[in-house]
């Protein structure tokens, strides 16, 4: 089943192309990383498709509808969710465990079934000791996984993830590239490190010269 698909996407900032007709498609379980030089417009694809920046041309479809209004795009957020390249743009709670409620409870999810969603992120994540800190106490490391949990608790059925091994130690890369090993969830993934591209072994496609072209 396909869930996302972008088709001849074209991007300019500041007069400048960053974008020119790019394709591309998102299946159910189907993951890959979208790799390539600083400056070549990773994040503004990313941020295009998930609906932060206006395309000058091209079309956005979830699940064979095209996306066109801001509700569209609500949509395509609740099913698709977007890790942020800086996990402190995403964390604003004081605690862990109010952190990872917030977004359940936007989406009208009862509070009595809060606390299990919580306890099961966590445990996915295998951070569960992290449920009480404050968000301000964690580590970069920590504050990655932490936003994650975060975006998992609305149980998405696809995830975009911008760089998120930065500044991520050995020990929580083991979580992490674990937890990406193992999950049933669709997922692209931008990133520079090559460990983890090596490491996962997923299809990769290279964005340079405003144009995406896949790469075994």
């Keep these: 089943m396909e869930i996302l698909k972008i088709e001849n996407l074209t991007v300019k900032r ?3 192309i960053v974008l020119k007709n790019v394709n591309l498609k998102l299946s159910k379980e189907e993951k890959f990383f ?3 030089p600083n400056g070549a417009g990773k994040t503004t694809l990313i941020e295009t498709i998930i609906g932060f920046i206006k395309p000058d041309a091209g079309r956005i479809f979830l699940k064979g509808k095209e ?6 795009f609500y949509n395509l957020r609740v099913t698709v969710g977007y890790i942020f390249q800086n996990p402190d743009d995403q964390l604003f709670s004081p605690t862990v465990e109010e952190d990872i409620a917030f977004g359940p409870l936007n989406l009208g999810i009862s509070r009595a079934e809060i606390p299990k969603i919580i306890d099961n992120v966590l445990l996915t994540l295998g951070i569960s000791n992290l449920k009480n800190k404050m968000t301000y106490k964690l580590s970069g490391g920590e504050k990655r996984l932490v936003s994650i949990a975060s975006v998992l608790a609305m149980n998405p059925e696809a995830l975009i993830m911008d760089e998120p091994t ?6 929580k890369m083991k979580l992490l590239i674990e937890f990406l090993k193992t999950t049933d969830k669709s997922v692209i993934m931008v990133t520079h490190n090559k460990e983890v591209v090596d490491k ?3 299809p990769k496609y290279k964005l340079e010269n405003c144009h995406l072209n896949f790469i075994g």
């Design 14 to 16: 500041d007069g400048k």
């Design 34 to 36: 979208i790799i390539g």
């Design 67 to 72: 996306v066109k209004t801001e509700d569209d």
């Design 166 to 171: 930065v500044g991520v130690d050995n020990e």
């Design 200 to 202: 996962l072994g997923w």
